[in-house]
């Protein structure tokens, strides 16, 4: 509550807007007030262990958690609190009691009586110790289903919620484009499309929940030259405004997003914490957007220490402030002397700093941390019944897990109706690449499992699931979930049969004496599981992951030579990956009985794949990345146009083996009575349905289950234009549906595309619809097309904007 005597009633009147309330606040800080709140402070970010961060301990040199002083630092205020939970492990029961304690310590020490806002990592589930891990996204991509997104997000977001955190680090919204990049398993995959509806659904789920969604990484991050983390990015800017921008677009519009990180990328020279036009021309004076910019971790200083576009602290502050950059995470390093001196000495206006206030305190106020009734006690702790603790306890959120955590708390993070969430975005995330017959496994073969990692729980996670990024580090210190491995989960699918395990090799050795061991086993059985893929880590510390870039995309260590002596047994070998990328497999086209893709596919993972391996699941997850068939014949997807793809002028052929949308099932699909607006279309019709520039039309078709047994078809439309004034991808999504179906059912599945959904950036740089020929493909996959609907755009070149229609509309009766 506030400790002085001042009439604060005006801005803690919850019955005003709050425009009028945070405005009535601002008015009466001070300099270092408002400062105060465009900063953060990170505990335990100086502590010992591997960086989380890029240049982490250089950059937080000094400032120990032994050295805070929390009643002057919070003395001011306080902007944000860094990874109270995702920073070392500690008991969720406990945390929550720190955190709640920290609060009543920053609000009593301050004279408005204002808390910070807690935020923490959510990319694969609340990152925190005991918390649920769910699928990576790229998995979430593979089941091109955002209303379980959107169901995983909300119950991510309540857990988070219930804790006393208020802002969350996710989604990733960069789109794919060269898979050698070590972040490709936190992006959705290599289509904006599919990236923009997955990555929306992930919002409007964590927001509804209370917790500010943040978009990152704006923009271009993922374009880095030769996938090379945190390189400059070489991209025209037609390229960026159709490929990389319209997943932040929807995000914003339809998601209603709160927060943007921005990127730690120089696109042509200018990095994006710098970059005014991005940050307030574009976002904010053309987008509209609102809300907070926040700083990708050290991405302030980065100005200064590793683009060199600025000669101090201060220079470095002013850039990313006047470019639009609002709070400086994790720790206050420019934005708290260095700012001010700014300011002081004149050179930078104080208006802009009340800008940025103004936006944190709006965040403040719609998070309820403004009024006066608010309570630092979370709502995880109520049934217990405890107070706002004593601000004077001396506890700390970086405090250091022991050996053997406390049992017992009342706090549970991974609740049974978490684990069937996390179950069955796993499940639909499986996608079944090949398949000759082999799978489902003999209900009573002999089985060997061999590989990395068929018995290895660590298989299952991302790089920013807890126990990769932080748990790794504390060796000490259980892993707090119940993670059965492949191998668990294969014997109890098929407790009749007989699974023998083979280790093989390691992730990423170059040599290994176990191989003989592995092939001995695979042919003395009936048939050879190889569970084969990658290690998450960061910064160098695993295959994937941030800071673990790849040079060519062949299976890393001696993998590829560990399959290639299975399959010189003669015993039928299926190829199980567990990955945060694609690997080139055309090595082994032909000799494999079947290919299963799984990217990290979290705590449920193993029982996940196992069902698909049994038969127990159906397959229905689709490749939200194209499979390359070599590992240096690289592309950027399948969204290139003629010359991007196989032609007669280069000797490299970039054809993917697996294409973007390919996936295969235990069942069987016909596609019939494709229809237009309710006429039918005939086979092989040459004849064009004509349509305005500004029209729309309804794209129809019948999916009949022709099989045996139940299963989800994924039916996805594609756009192929003829010929337009730039050259245009050769396809490219526009809209999917997934169509579940008990044998012999059949469903109606339509899509609502309007000639907005065409559009493109002309040569002028604007975004136009263009009249002319236009082919609808409802398809399989982005390769295999079923039906061809042709259209004729007729009227004049319409020019559109960012309040174009974003989303083509699927619906499935």
């Known amino acids: ?311 101090s602290a201060a220079a470095a502050a002013e ?129 060997a499992l061999v590989g990395p990692l068929a018995d290895d729980p660590a298989a299952m996670f991302g790089c920013y699931s807890f126990p990769s990024h932080v748990g790794g580090q504390h060796p000490d210190v259980p892993l707090g979930l119940e993670v059965p491995t492949l191998l668990e989960s294969l014997r109890a699918e098929l407790p009749a049969a007989t699974v023998d395990h083979a280790v093989g090799c390691g992730v990423s050795d170059e040599e290994d004496g176990r191989l003989a061991t592995a092939v001995r086993l695979a042919s003395e059985a009936d048939v050879c599981v190889a569970v084969l893929g990658d290690r998450a880590g960061l910064f160098g510390r695993g295959t994937s992951g941030e800071g673990c870039d790849a040079e060519d995309l062949a299976l890393p260590g001696v993998q590829g030579r560990l399959l290639d002596e299975l399959l010189a047994t003669g015993t039928p070998v299926v190829l199980v990956l567990f990955t945060g990328r694609p690997y080139a497999l055309g090595r082994y086209t032909g000799r494999l009985a079947a290919a299963v893709q799984s990217f990290f596919p979290g705590e449920e993972g193993g029982p996940a794949v196992a069902g698909v391996l049994s038969g127990r699941v159906c397959p229905s997850g689709r490749l939200p990345v194209s499979v390359p068939r070599e590992p240096g014949g690289l592309s950027t997807g399948y969204l290139a146009p003629r010359l991007g793809r196989r032609h007669e002028g280069s000797s490299v052929d970039p054809t993917a083996l697996f294409p973007f949308g390919h996936g295969l099932s235990y069942t069987s699909f016909d596609w019939t009575r494709v229809r237009v607006d309710g006429a039918p279309v005939p086979e092989g019709g040459e004849s064009a349905i004509e349509l305005p520039t500004d029209g729309e039309v309804t794209v129809a078709l019948s999916v009949r289950n022709s099989g045996d047994r139940a299963g989800t078809e994924v039916v996805q439309l594609y756009l192929h234009d003829p010929a337009a004034q730039v050259t245009r991808p050769v396809v490219r999504l526009l809209g999917y549906a997934r169509v579940p179906l008990e044998p012999g059912e059949r469903a109606e599945v339509a899509f609502k595309v309007h000639t907005d959904l065409t559009s493109f950036t002309g040569r002028t740089g604007s975004r136009v619809v263009e009249p002319g020929d236009l082919e609808l493909r409802l398809s399989a996959s982005s390769e295999l097309h079923r039906h061809t609907v042709r259209l004729r755009l007729t009227g004049e070149e319409r020019t559109v904007d960012h309040r174009r229609r974003l989303r083509c509309e699927a619906l499935v009766r």
């Open 319 to 447: 850039l990313a402030l006047r470019a639009g950059v609002d709070v400086e995470l994790p720790d206050t390093s420019c934005y708290g002397a260095p700012l001010h001196q700014a300011v002081r000495e004149g050179g930078l206006p104080e208006e802009l700093v009340d800008r940025s206030v103004l936006r944190v305190l709006r965040h403040k106020c719609e998070l309820g941390l403004l009024d006066p009734d608010w309570d630092p006690v979370p709502d995880a702790l109520r049934p217990a019944g405890p107070g706002p603790a004593d601000p004077t306890d001396g506890d700390r959120l970086d405090a250091p897990a022991p050996a053997t955590p406390p049992a017992g708390g009342t706090v549970d993070l991974d609740r049974p109706e978490a684990r069937a969430l996390a179950r069955q975005v796993a499940e639909q995330s499986v996608v079944l690449l090949a398949n000759t017959g082999a799978l489902p496994l003999p209900s009573e073969a002999r089985i």
């Open 1 to 311: 509550m506030p400790n002085d005597h001042e009439d604060l009633a005006r801005w803690q009147d919850v019955t005003l807007p709050v425009d009028e309330r945070v405005a009535d606040l601002l008015r009466r800080m001070t300099l270092e007030e408002k400062l105060a709140q465009l900063g953060s402070i990170w505990p335990g970010g100086a502590g010992s262990g591997a960086d989380v961060a890029p240049h982490q301990h250089e950059l937080m040199a000094g400032k120990g958690a032994e050295r805070i002083d929390w009643e002057k630092i919070a003395a001011p205020g306080l902007g944000q609190l860094t990874r109270p939970f995702g920073t070392a492990p500690v008991d969720p029961t406990e945390g929550a009691g720190v955190l709640a304690r920290t609060q009543a310590r920053i609000a009593a020490a301050n004279r408005f009586g204002i808390p910070a806002i807690a935020h923490e990592e959510c990319l694969a589930g609340f990152t925190a110790w005991q918390a649920t891990v769910y699928p990576t996204p790229l998995a979430w991509g593979a089941t091109f289903n955002p209303v379980l997104v959107r169901r995983m997000a909300e119950r991510i977001g309540a857990d988070m919620r219930s804790v006393g955190i208020h802002q969350g680090l996710a989604p990733v919204l960069d789109v794919t484009r060269d898979p050698r990049w070590g972040r490709t398993e936190e992006t959705i995959g290599e289509d904006p499309y599919l990236v923009a509806t997955l990555g929306s659904a992930y919002v409007s789920g964590l927001q509804s929940a209370g917790v500010i969604a943040t978009l990152k990484h704006f923009v271009g991050y993922s374009a880095s030259r030769a996938a090379r983390n945190q390189a400059p990015v070489s991209m025209g800017p037609r390229e960026m405004a159709d490929v990389l921008l319209p997943p932040f677009e929807m995000a914003l519009r339809e998601g209603g997003a709160r927060s943007v990180m921005h990127s730690y990328s120089e696109v042509d020279g200018v990095p994006a914490a710098a970059d005014r036009a991005l940050l307030t021309g574009l976002l904010r004076d053309v987008w509209g957007f609102t809300g907070t910019v926040v700083a990708d971790y050290f991405g302030v200083s980065f100005l200064e220490s590793l683009h060199r576009v600025a000669d």
